[in-house]
């Protein structure tokens, strides 16, 4: 393999990029990305930056240095629009084209928007957050006046950071979930409350069970939420965290199979010469002696993959090996962080093993088909931590509960 184009300058991308020069790769490496900035993290964005309490710079994954001496050719602030599969080709907006002998996709996702607000965007006061543009432009916005009235549309990870961000701001804080209980799909009903409290406990206003039906722009104030029903909540700032879908409408012609996420053997291999990373991947999850055909949106994931990816992509299909991660990820909010490991969900049987809810430090066990499928944890990193062995290992739900007593 002479050359390697990398489609998506961000984390699972820079992550491959780095992987294939540290395997001793020799050969050309195009890194194409439709952001005009070298490949930057994202938690950031809705934490520390968004605070101020971070310069921009400081959330770089890849600076002008370290990106010459990986002799990466950038193509940065160009979107590519189509993937030739067999040439290993990629088409750019400006109609340029790149070939290669191998390609690694690494195009992230995009965040979701509310129906009928096309024509709405930041200058009105109506944000999502994804990109470091859209981070500086909402602190810009949420500052610039005392009290800003902040309307967060979902309680979801990214919206309950942006809340709890902006109530340390001092700004009025509405947060609102179409779900009874946020949460309740991934942690549980149990747990899922106990997270919705803590908006509350920080002078965030929660309101579940509400479903947005409009945006408008308003006279007397900016804007205006209209919840089904038809109450009209009044905001200056509207951010709408409502989940992304995997950014791969450019690969449509391309022929791969796309069903959420371009869909990947468990080696993360779209094609021969042609893998994929990060959020825009779905792949054949093994563990455990079963299988599982999933996407996951969380940092280390799309770390570990776009290392994955590279190393397999050089190995070839032969060589390659399974990507085969316990899927991990925090949130940072209201002053704690939360962590999850593996993959618990809604309906699985939850056991507190340590701490409550009251002291507001826990940890607590996800079962499911006898078991352990999950494990989440407030304050508690070290036990949370000892338990990635034991689902690498796919330990039985009593095992885990065992290992809990001990
Ligand atoms: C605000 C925020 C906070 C987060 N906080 C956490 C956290 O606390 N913990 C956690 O585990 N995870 C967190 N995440 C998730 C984590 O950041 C993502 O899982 C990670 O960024 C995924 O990396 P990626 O490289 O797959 O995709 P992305 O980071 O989405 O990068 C994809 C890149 O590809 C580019 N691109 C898209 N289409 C094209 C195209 N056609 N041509 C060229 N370029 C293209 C995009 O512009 C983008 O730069 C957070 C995400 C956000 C947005």
């Not at 957050?129 to 979801?156: I, K, M, P, W």
Request: glycine content about 12%; some cysteine; hydrophobic content about 45%.
């Amino acid at each position: 393999m002479e050359s390697v184009i990398v489609v998506g300058a961000s984390l699972a991308g820079w992550r491959a990029t780095e992987a294939l020069r540290a395997q001793g790769f020799q050969g050309s490496i195009a890194l194409v990305g439709e952001e005009r900035h070298l490949p930057y993290d994202r938690p950031p964005l809705s934490k520390q930056v968004l605070a101020g309490t971070w310069p921009p710079e400081k959330a770089v994954l890849a600076d002008k240095k370290r990106s010459s001496e990986l002799r990466v050719h950038e193509v940065l602030g160009r979107r590519a629009v189509r993937l030739d599969v067999d040439a290993r080709s990629v088409e750019l907006d400006d109609g340029s084209t790149l070939a290669a002998d191998g390609v690694v996709l690494a195009t992230g996702a995009t965040p979701r928007r509310l129906p009928g607000t096309d024509g709405l965007g930041p200058r009105d006061g109506l944000f999502v957050l994804r990109t470091l543009d859209d981070s500086l432009a909402l602190r810009a916005a949420v500052t610039a006046a005392e009290q800003t009235r902040v309307v967060v549309v979902g309680a979801g990870f990214i919206g309950a950071e942006v809340a709890s961000t902006c109530i340390g701001l001092g700004c009025r804080v509405t947060v609102l979930e179409v779900m009874e209980i946020p949460l309740a799909t991934i942690l549980g009903p149990l747990v899922g409350a106990h997270c919705g409290s803590m908006h509350g406990a920080h002078g965030v206003e929660l309101r579940t069970g509400v479903a947005v039906e409009a945006i408008v722009k308003g006279a007397d104030a900016p804007l205006h939420v209209r919840l089904v029903g038809g109450e009209a909540i009044d905001a200056d700032v509207i951010v709408v965290g409502i989940g992304v879908t995997p950014s791969t409408t450019w690969l449509e012609t391309s022929g791969l199979t796309l069903d959420n996420g371009v869909v990947c053997d468990d080696m993360l291999f779209a094609a021969d010469g042609i893998v994929a990373a990060g959020d825009m991947a779905r792949w054949m999850w093994r563990h455990d002696g079963e299988e599982e055909s999933i996407r996951i949106e969380h940092w280390e994931v799309a770390a570990g993959a776009g290392l994955a990816a590279a190393r397999n992509l050089l190995a070839g299909r032969d060589g390659a090996t399974s990507f085969t991660p316990v899927p991990y990820f925090w949130s940072d909010q209201f002053g704690v962080r939360f962590q999850v490991l593996g993959s618990p969900r809604g309906d699985d049987e939850v056991e507190l093993v340590d701490g409550s809810f009251e002291e507001g430090k826990f940890v607590a066990l996800y079962g499911r088909t006898g078991r352990l499928r999950g494990v989440m944890a407030i304050g508690r990193p070290r036990l949370l931590m000892g338990y990635r062995p034991l689902l690498q290992a796919g330990c039985s739900w009593d095992d885990a509960l065992a290992h809990a007593r001990s």
